[in-house]
């Protein structure tokens, strides 16, 4: 079993930036594909990112490349989704997701543990 806590939202105004970050609980947590994923109101859950077990290989959602990097400390249990040029558009929560496999996946129901989500609002 492993539990998702995700902190670092808040309220941005457009072009700055902040940090996500993941605390994940239980073993091996370096045998996890992570990801993240958003979810607007009114809108279906979408892609931000994913990165494999080792770090070394990670996924974008088209409208975040270039803008968003995710990375992860497995000593720390962590992930992390850096975020610059922050968009109005990007406003949504932000949840963290856990699969347990070392690759990674852009669909969201290849991930078996969820973390409660963080609010990221970004004003014009």
């Known amino acids: 079993q492993v539990q998702l806590v995700e902190s670092g939202g808040g309220l941005v105004q457009a072009g700055e930036s902040l940090r996500l970050s993941c605390a994940a609980s239980?073993?091996?947590?370096?045998?996890?594909?992570m990801g993240w994923f958003r979810q607007a109101p009114g809108k279906e859950r979408d892609f931000v990112a994913a990165?494999?077990?080792?770090?070394?290989?990670?996924y974008y959602g088209d409208s975040v490349k270039g803008r968003f990097t995710i990375s992860r400390d497995n000593a720390k249990n962590r992930v992390y989704l850096q975020m610059n040029s922050l968009k109005p558009e990007d406003t949504a929560v932000y949840y963290c997701?856990?699969?347990?496999?070392?690759?990674?996946?852009?669909?969201?129901?290849?991930?078996?543990?969820w973390g409660q989500g963080t609010q990221v609002t970004v004003s014009s």
């Open positions: 239980g073993r091996a947590f370096s045998s996890y594909g």
């Open positions: 990165i494999n077990w080792s770090g070394g290989t990670t």
């Open positions: 997701a856990a699969r347990f496999d070392h690759l990674s996946s852009l669909y969201d129901t290849k991930y078996d543990y």
